[in-house]
């Protein structure tokens, strides 16, 4: 029995005065059960969706800055990274993760 069935049981079939025998039946009732986050596996997740955006889906071309050094070397001052992007996919995880396992979050 989950917290909301067990609430529904209370309000709808006890009594409102409860004696201490009964609050402790209806503690019992409940599910010791609680839905576990694997860490290492929500990890792993996000890792695989990460590693398989591209280098367009990521870098803003467009942002690149270039010099050219003493010996006629160009060099790579800055490049701008799509942080959203990344924020997304790593979201977007998270989120399918905790449907897939029902664990209730803020998106619920």
Do not use: A
Request: glycine fraction near 0%.
């Amino acid at each position: 029995m989950n917290k909301k069935e067990l609430i529904n049981e209370i309000t709808e079939h006890f009594p409102s005065v409860y004696t201490k025998d009964d609050v402790v039946k209806l503690i019992n009732l409940l599910d010791d059960t609680q839905q576990k986050i694997d860490v290492e596996e929500l990890k792993r997740r996000i890792r695989n969706k990460i590693e398989r955006l591209s280098s367009e889906d990521v870098v803003d071309y467009s942002s690149v800055e270039l010099s050219m050094n003493y010996d006629n070397r160009v060099e790579l001052e800055s490049i701008e990274v799509q942080s959203d992007t990344i924020m997304d996919e790593i979201e977007e995880t998270i989120d399918e993760y905790f449907d897939e396992k029902e664990i209730v979050h803020d998106g619920e």
